[in-house]
């Protein structure tokens, strides 16, 4: 089972930028997708975005295209997602988690199998 740790939250003003870092310990992500997960307060989990385990493979959730980007680098067992443009409702608790080398098409929280213990990124003047 992949543990995995997330970093990179913080408190940003409207309009700038974070990078989150999702990595893992002991085990490789080389054959995991992965996905980021956006929990804002009092509301579900939901995916922003997931990337392939080849990295060939990326999804973004409709109101994040064009502001924040997937990556991996497999060799730092590594995916990052560089945020810009960061807006009030992106504030909460991030979380990346893992499932089988393929993202698939509206795949939701219960697809994935193994999850960090999340960063939270709040928005706010």
């Known amino acids: 089972q992949l543990q995995l740790v997330e970093s990179g939250g913080g408190l940003v003003q409207p309009g700038g930028s974070l990078r989150l870092s999702c990595t893992t310990t002991?085990?490789?992500?080389?054959?995991?997708?992965i996905g980021w997960f956006h929990q804002a307060p009092g509301k579900e989990r939901e995916e922003v975005s997931c990337?392939?385990?080849?990295?060939?493979?990326?999804n973004y959730e409709h109101s994040v295209k064009g502001r924040f980007t997937i990556s991996r680098d497999n060799a730092k067992n590594t995916v990052y997602l560089q945020m810009t443009g960061l807006k009030a409702e992106d504030t909460g608790t991030y979380f990346c988690?893992?499932?089988?080398?393929?993202?698939?098409?509206?795949?939701?929280?219960?697809?994935?199998?193994?999850w960090g213990q999340g960063t939270q990124v709040t928005v706010s003047q």
């Open positions: 990337i392939s385990a080849s990295g060939t493979g990326t």
């Open positions: 988690a893992a499932r089988p080398e393929f993202c698939g098409f509206g795949s939701t929280a219960a697809d994935f199998g193994a």
């Open positions: 002991g085990s490789s992500l080389a054959h995991s997708a």
